[in-house]
């Protein structure tokens, strides 16, 4: 089992930028593909992005792609989302996620919500008009 811990939630301007991070313990982090999830209130948790377990391969919503980029540094055991351009329509909670399986990518990087077994806790993402 992994524990996720996120940080780096805020409140910022549309327009502004935030970073957050998520903090990995328990496994070998460098094994897993990670990603990132939000939730609104009143609507369904949603895909952000995702990284594979080697770093190499990325993924994104339409919705945020080319404002955001998620990133991972394994000697740290860290995975993060940089958030440039926020718009109003970014505020959420942000949910950090852990790949089930090992070595596979393919679910992950698609934002099979099945395809991820552990859960951060979120951070509050607040973006004014």
């Known amino acids: 089992q992994v524990q996720l811990v996120e940080s780096g939630g805020g409140l910022v301007q549309a327009g502004g930028s935030l970073r957050l991070s998520c903090a990995a313990s328990?496994?070998?982090?460098?094994?897993?593909?990670m990603g990132w999830f939000r939730q609104a209130p009143g609507k369904e948790r949603e895909f952000v992005a995702a990284?594979?377990?080697?770093?190499?391969?990325?993924s994104y919503a339409d919705s945020v792609k080319g404002r955001f980029t998620i990133s991972r540094d394994n000697a740290k055991n860290t995975v993060y989302l940089q958030m440039s351009s926020l718009k109003p329509e970014d505020t959420a909670s942000y949910y950090c996620?852990?790949?089930?399986?090992?070595?596979?990518?393919?679910?992950?990087?698609?934002?099979?919500?099945?395809?991820?077994?552990?859960w951060g806790q979120g951070t509050q993402v607040t973006v004014s008009s």
């Open positions: 328990g496994r070998t982090f460098s094994n897993y593909a």
């Open positions: 996620a852990a790949a089930r399986r090992a070595y596979t990518d393919y679910g992950a990087l698609r934002g099979v919500v099945a395809e991820f077994g552990s």
């Open positions: 990284i594979s377990w080697g770093g190499g391969g990325t």
